[in-house]
């Protein structure tokens, strides 16, 4: 004698609930604006992770997020000087560099990710144009009038270098504590390969450098105003040029990975991006407003920041709406009824999919109707436990969910559908873009069942929030 149990699966959108339908992945995709608070013209934005971030201004402020530019704050920097640069080895060691302002070049530094500044001497009455920091003690700042500065102690004290010409220094890239390139005014970019004691000039091509990046000791991009972009892969040996179809160009950023992604931006709120090392270019806008800088923590995550205090993020999980793909019809296995109490259990896949850009997480919520066969009999409306669950990315997925739900999770039943409970859920900043997550669904067939085929209709429902 068998029972055997079919489950239909529906899913309704009940009050609250902002969205419950089936969502392609990678569904939407572009730049979109966050409000930043500042009003002067933004000059650099350096980006620890997903989550952390900062930027400078004209007038010296320092604003920063701690969840992915979802809202920003004005951090005291400790200067009105203008700030042109700043970087950070992780998120809590930060440096920011500007105008020397009729005394000497501006250098703030943080310990605690800005929650103080401190004015660092520089030393020098010159103009500084960005900087790198390789880890907490290695940092190379670059100079207007041709000079790098080196510090291999947080910034405590700065060594000035020559070698490289009188020519400005507006970009910096330092893929280790001792090799760096700096992107130069009249076009060439200087490396060194012993920390900065020594430079040597490399011809790139270009008319005017205003920035360069590094994925490693071989691979550098570095953007002329004019609008191409020159590459190396071989350590700076020779470079080729790339052209984006972009006119105008004020700084580049590039990430590492399976293929190296590039972000070019510059007047007009142009942008260009090559995601296989810049064989092709593609062209995109984020508004109309010139921009001065990016940031790119990996492919999905990039921010730029211009004029006006605007701040605009790329990402692949945003511009969109919270869905779920659930499954269809799903059996669980035959059992015996020998007159002890036994058990069926199987996996089900939900497919959440957050492309809200928003990161409050969200959760998934379920009820269910009573197990009954046709002739009328039930099992218990606690007879179905979810007993584990498990994530693994899907196409176009961006973090993966932090699930806080404990197992096993008593699935409620009854004639009508009681009180949902949760059974999966994603912390805050967690879960963004789409994840299968796997349900293993148990259930308890007690000694007295009676024969047959029994069914039950499940409904889910995604909410935002953990």
């Given at each position: 004698?068998?029972?055997?149990?079919?489950r239909r699966l529906s899913w309704l959108l009940p009050a609250g609930a902002l969205l419950l339908a089936a969502a392609p992945a990678h569904a939407f995709t572009g730049w979109s604006a966050q409000t930043s608070g500042d009003t002067n013209t933004l000059t650099s934005v350096w980006c620890t992770d997903t989550s952390h971030c900062w930027a400078t201004d004209t007038a010296g402020g320092i604003i920063a997020t701690t969840n992915g530019g979802s809202s920003w704050s004005a951090q005291t920097s400790g200067t009105t000087k203008q700030l042109n640069g700043i970087n950070c080895s992780d998120s809590s060691h930060c440096w920011a560099v500007g105008n020397f302002a009729g005394g000497t070049a501006a250098v703030q530094a943080t310990t605690n990710g800005g929650a103080t500044w401190t004015g660092q001497s520089s030393g020098d009455n010159h103009n500084w144009n960005a900087v790198a920091c390789p880890d907490s003690s290695?940092?190379?700042?670059?100079?207007?009038?041709?000079?790098?500065?080196?510090?291999?102690?947080?910034?405590?004290?700065?060594?000035?270098?020559?070698?490289?010409?009188?020519?400005?220094?507006?970009?910096?890239?330092?893929?280790?504590?001792?090799?760096?390139?700096?992107?130069?005014?009249?076009?060439?970019?200087?490396?060194?390969?012993?920390?900065?004691?020594?430079?040597?000039?490399?011809?790139?091509?270009?008319?005017?450098?205003?920035?360069?990046?590094?994925?490693?000791?071989?691979?550098?991009?570095?953007?002329?105003?004019?609008?191409?972009?020159?590459?190396?892969?071989?350590?700076?040996?020779?470079?080729?040029?790339?052209?984006?179809?972009?006119?105008?160009?004020?700084?580049?950023?590039?990430?590492?990975?399976?293929?190296?992604?590039?972000?070019?931006?510059?007047?007009?709120?142009?942008?260009?991006?090559?995601?296989?090392?810049?064989?092709?270019?593609?062209?995109?806008?984020?508004?109309?407003?010139?921009?001065?800088?990016?940031?790119?923590?990996?492919?999905?995550?990039?921010?730029?920041?211009?004029?006006?205090?605007?701040?605009?993020?790329?990402?692949?999980?945003?511009?969109?709406?919270?869905?779920?793909?659930?499954?269809?019809?799903?059996?669980?296995?035959?059992?015996?009824?020998?007159?002890?109490?036994?058990?069926?259990?199987?996996?089900?896949?939900?497919?959440?999919?957050?492309?809200?850009?928003?990161?409050?997480?969200?959760?998934?919520?379920?009820?269910?109707?009573?197990?009954?066969?046709?002739?009328?009999?039930?099992?218990?409306?606690?007879?179905?436990?979810?007993?584990?669950?498990?994530?693994?990315?899907?196409?176009?997925?961006?973090?993966?969910?932090?699930?806080?739900?404990?197992?096993?999770?008593?699935?409620?039943?009854?004639?009508?559908?009681?009180?949902?409970?949760?059974?999966?859920?994603?912390?805050?900043?967690?879960?963004?873009?789409?994840?299968?997550?796997?349900?293993?669904?148990?259930?308890?067939?007690?000694?007295?069942?009676?024969?047959?085929?029994?069914?039950?209709?499940?409904?889910?429902?995604?909410?935002?929030?953990?």
């Amino acid at each position: 004698m068998t029972l055997r149990r079919w489950r239909r699966l529906s899913w309704l959108l009940p009050a609250g609930a902002l969205l419950l339908a089936a969502a392609p992945a990678h569904a939407f995709t572009g730049w979109s604006a966050q409000t930043s608070g500042d009003t002067n013209t933004l000059t650099s934005v350096w980006c620890t992770d997903t989550s952390h971030c900062w930027a400078t201004d004209t007038a010296g402020g320092i604003i920063a997020t701690t969840n992915g530019g979802s809202s920003w704050s004005a951090q005291t920097s400790g200067t009105t000087k203008q700030l042109n640069g700043i970087n950070c080895s992780d998120s809590s060691h930060c440096w920011a560099v500007g105008n020397f302002a009729g005394g000497t070049a501006a250098v703030q530094a943080t310990t605690n990710g800005g929650a103080t500044w401190t004015g660092q001497s520089s030393g020098d009455n010159h103009n500084w144009n960005a900087v790198a920091c390789p880890d907490s003690s290695h940092c190379f700042a670059a100079q207007s009038a041709g000079k790098v500065y080196t510090s291999t102690d947080g910034g405590t004290s700065w060594t000035g270098h020559g070698g490289t010409s009188n020519s400005a220094k507006q970009g910096i890239a330092c893929p280790s504590t001792t090799v760096c390139w700096v992107a130069a005014a009249n076009g060439t970019a200087y490396l060194t390969t012993d920390g900065g004691t020594s430079w040597a000039g490399q011809t790139t091509g270009a008319s005017n450098l205003k920035g360069v990046a590094c994925t490693d000791t071989s691979h550098c991009w570095a953007a002329d105003s004019a609008g191409t972009v020159y590459a190396t892969s071989n350590g700076g040996t020779s470079w080729t040029a790339q052209s984006t179809g972009l006119s105008a160009l004020n700084a580049i950023a590039c990430n590492s990975g399976a293929s190296v992604s590039c972000w070019v931006v510059g007047s007009g709120g142009n942008i260009a991006t090559t995601s296989n090392g810049g064989t092709t270019w593609s062209t995109a806008t984020a508004g109309t407003t010139q921009l001065n800088a990016v940031s790119a923590v990996d492919t999905s995550h990039i921010w730029t920041v211009g004029n006006a205090g605007v701040v605009y993020e790329y990402v692949t999980c945003a511009l969109g709406a919270l869905g779920l793909t659930a499954p269809g019809t799903v059996s669980l296995p035959s059992v015996t009824l020998s007159g002890t109490d036994t058990s069926s259990t199987a996996t089900s896949v939900l497919i959440p999919d957050d492309e809200t850009g928003n990161p409050v997480g969200w959760n998934i919520s379920a009820t269910s109707t009573t197990f009954t066969n046709g002739g009328g009999k039930t099992l218990p409306t606690t007879a179905t436990t979810i007993t584990g669950a498990s994530v693994a990315a899907a196409t176009g997925n961006c973090s993966l969910p932090t699930n806080s739900i404990g197992y096993p999770v008593t699935l409620p039943a009854g004639s009508t559908p009681p009180t949902a409970v949760k059974i999966y859920n994603a912390a805050a900043s967690s879960g963004a873009g789409p994840a299968n997550v796997t349900l293993t669904d148990k259930l308890r067939v007690p000694a007295n069942a009676y024969a047959g085929t029994y069914s039950s209709t499940w409904t889910y429902t995604l909410s935002s929030g953990p």
